[in-house]
């Protein structure tokens, strides 16, 4: 999986986040592996298929599975691992356009959470991911992450960069576009792979793996995450 440009990037130095990558564990590392050996998904372990991991000329090779999972969690799947990973960035001044922008991120209103809509995510603080697509256009292929247990808001580890990152799932991929996979905010994406990441430089090693956890008390409580946090890192260290 690979951090690839979406966005126009006005300046690097407006913006800079704490990495508080963790060590993974030996579990996971070892389902990391079984992941990346095991070869594309099938039938019931193959949740939806026929996504995209990029714009400029990849094929639809991108699903999603919950296979060696034991039924607890799902993750993007592509030929290698998982999809590319592109950097989303919302907000001024480090873009100077803003691209798929989905009404103030739409999973707020899908969300149960007490505070879900007390403000939208901000994508240079919250480290969130962009699973499931939606949209009316006949042509363009859906999936909604909810038909398979896996609640708004709620915890998405992220393997990436030989690291373990905490991240929550913030948005969905609309139809203004071919049905990507793999989308996730600069927070993110920074926190991976360092402050270079951006616009117009990103990551393009295929081995970024995304697992999100499935049912309600995947998300964190009213009390268990700092959502109005102005800090990455005080956000991601109480998810």
């Avoid at 966005?7 to 590392?29: D, M, N, Q, Y």
């Avoid at 998904?41 to 990849?58: A, E, M, R, W």
């Avoid at 919950?66 to 001024?92: D, F, M």
Wanted: aromatic share 10%.
């Amino acid at each position: 999986m690979h951090l690839k440009t979406l966005l126009a990037i006005l300046s690097l130095l407006t913006f800079t986040t704490v990495t508080t990558a963790k060590e993974i564990p030996a579990g996971l590392r070892d389902l990391y592996n079984k992941i990346r050996s095991s070869g594309p998904c099938t039938g019931d372990d193959l949740l939806k298929g026929g996504f995209f991991d990029q714009n400029d000329g990849s094929l639809p090779l991108w699903s999603y599975c919950q296979r060696h999972t034991s039924n607890s969690a799902i993750y993007l799947r592509g030929p290698v691992i998982c999809s590319r990973i592109w950097t989303l960035t919302k907000e001024k001044p480090r873009c100077e356009w803003k691209w798929d922008w989905h009404s103030r991120h739409a999973l707020h209103r899908l969300s149960k959470h007490p505070t879900a809509n007390l403000l939208p995510l901000n994508a240079t603080i919250h480290p969130y991911i962009v699973l499931g697509n939606t949209g009316s256009q006949p042509w363009y292929r859906t999936f909604d992450p909810r038909t398979a247990d896996i609640s708004p808001l709620s915890i998405v580890a992220v393997v990436c960069n030989n690291a373990l990152i905490y991240g929550i799932w913030g948005d969905v991929s609309g139809d203004d576009g071919l049905p990507l996979v793999g989308e996730a905010s600069l927070a993110l994406a920074t926190a991976c792979f360092g402050g270079g990441v951006n616009g117009g430089n990103g990551w393009d090693g295929a081995d970024v793996l995304y697992f999100a956890f499935k049912g309600d008390s995947a998300v964190p409580g009213p009390e268990g995450a700092k959502w109005d946090t102005r800090d990455y890192a005080e956000l991601e260290r109480s998810i």
